[in-house]
């Protein structure tokens, strides 16, 4: 997203500007599938606008601004709640956790925030603590809890609460009020962007160096291509500058490589399920699951009925729970998953189409998105965004609103604001 808003501003503005995209299709983690179910675009990747508010988002504008279709708003609200071993569970039965929870946890959490590094901890930390503190849990007061953190924490923000920053949590995405989706998916987003005309995007193009010389930058591509610009930028996942998939020369400064070291980045997949018909609860927007454990395996299941009509589940895994399920094959955790599905609704059919995300293994994304991990600082999205001669970075992993396409998109825009200022007027010089 953030190259695509970089390359749409600057050549509405008449720079001259070329995208190499390493894949056949362009958006990145912006992915939808329309063949799982007829006239559905269900979202592989990044599937909510947060706060979706006229006037308070300028990505939810872009969206209105261009036509688009949203969802109504998702209700986290609108559960029903199962035990591990399947058994409908009523919220009224929460109350001593929740009493607990509102009373002690969230206050402890609330002192913690701001904390400098030397002070920080992990969500993991105060989180075990609450849970030993409080002896009077029964097992299913803890299950109950554990499936509040995955919901409202983990999968949030796709991180093992091991990990998660605790001082950072309120820079980071907070238990959102306003989402939604688009009916047609994210790519709609980006093709309409694109289909305003004069990009000149080069597919299957995969990048491996950089190289800065003198006056410009060198780009090279494994095809043995080269391509020369006064500057580049990177719009890679955080992911991939971790894995070091493209060399730069000269060498990124040690500030930086500690921050794209230390930032947290995540996986999140889905695995899609498929009906003829629902036969779940179609009035609710969320089937949980309470754990014995923190993994949140199977513990989520997104009604996408109730959104759209189509009958179709999605099951959400983050952190190392979708790296484990990753290491399976389809059929390994569909079937997992359709056996935790028969114990909440017995007698559930077989699916008439699955799917299941793969986004650690996908070698342009090795993950999700970022989260603040034990130890960032505050500045560390500013460390990771500033300038390396004429190598520029934009994506969400350089915001200050990280893990979010309004993050991608708002990095896009700020190179572009950048590259203004350092081009001056446009005089078809490329970037």
Do not use: C
Not at 257 to 266: H, P, R, T
Not at 283 to 311: A, Q, T
Not at 369 to 379: I, M, T
Request: neutral net charge; hydrophobic residues 40%.
């Amino acid at each position: 997203m953030s190259g695509i808003a970089l390359a749409r501003n600057l050549t509405d503005a008449g720079y001259r500007v070329l995208v190499l995209e390493g894949r056949d299709r362009v958006g990145g983690r912006l992915n939808s599938t329309t063949t799982v179910a007829p006239g559905s675009h269900v979202d592989l990747g990044a599937m909510w606008i947060h706060d979706g508010i006229a006037g308070r988002n300028p990505l939810y504008d872009l969206v209105v601004s261009l036509g688009l279709k949203v969802s109504p708003r998702q209700d986290y609200g609108s559960i029903a709640t199962f035990s591990y071993t399947g058994q409908r569970t009523n919220r009224s039965s929460f109350g001593r956790m929740f009493s607990s929870w509102y009373s002690q946890l969230q206050p402890a959490l609330a002192r913690l925030k701001g904390a400098t590094p030397a002070d920080n901890r992990s969500f993991g930390d105060v989180y075990g603590e609450w849970l030993a503190a409080n002896t009077q849990f029964t097992a299913a007061d803890r299950g109950q809890a554990n499936m509040m953190m995955n919901t409202n924490y983990q999968s949030l923000l796709n991180g093992n609460v091991t990990q998660l920053s605790v001082a950072r949590l309120g820079d980071a995405k907070s238990i959102p009020a306003v989402d939604v989706m688009l009916k047609d998916g994210f790519p709609a987003l980006v093709d309409a962007l694109v289909a305003k005309g004069g990009l000149d995007i080069r597919k299957n193009t995969v990048v491996t160096s950089v190289q800065q010389d003198g006056d410009g930058v060198i780009v090279a591509t494994a095809d043995g291509t080269n391509y020369t610009a006064p500057y580049v930028v990177m719009t890679q996942t955080l992911g991939t500058l971790k894995a070091g998939d493209i060399v730069f020369d000269p060498e990124l400064p040690p500030e930086k490589l500690q921050a794209i070291e230390e930032m947290g980045f995540g996986v999140l997949d889905k695995a899609l399920f498929v009906f003829d018909k629902p036969f779940w609860d179609t009035s609710v927007d969320f089937l949980l699951r309470e754990m014995p454990d923190w993994s949140g395996r199977w513990s989520i299941f997104l009604n996408y009925h109730k959104l759209f009509g189509w009958p179709i589940l999605a099951a959400i895994h983050v952190a190392d729970t979708a790296r484990e399920l990753e290491k399976l094959t389809d059929e390994q955790v569909i079937g997992e998953g359709m056996a935790v599905l028969r114990q909440l609704y017995p007698g559930a059919p077989q699916p008439v189409q699955t799917a299941f995300t793969r986004w650690a293994a996908e070698p342009l994304s090795r993950g999700a998105y970022s989260y603040f991990a034990v130890g960032n600082p505050k500045n560390i999205t500013r460390t990771l965004a500033q300038p390396h001669g004429r190598v520029l970075f934009a994506g969400e992993a350089t915001s200050d609103k990280p893990a979010t396409v309004l993050g991608a998109y708002l990095s896009g825009l700020r190179e572009a604001e950048r590259l203004r200022t350092l081009l001056g007027k446009p005089t078809g010089t490329s970037a």
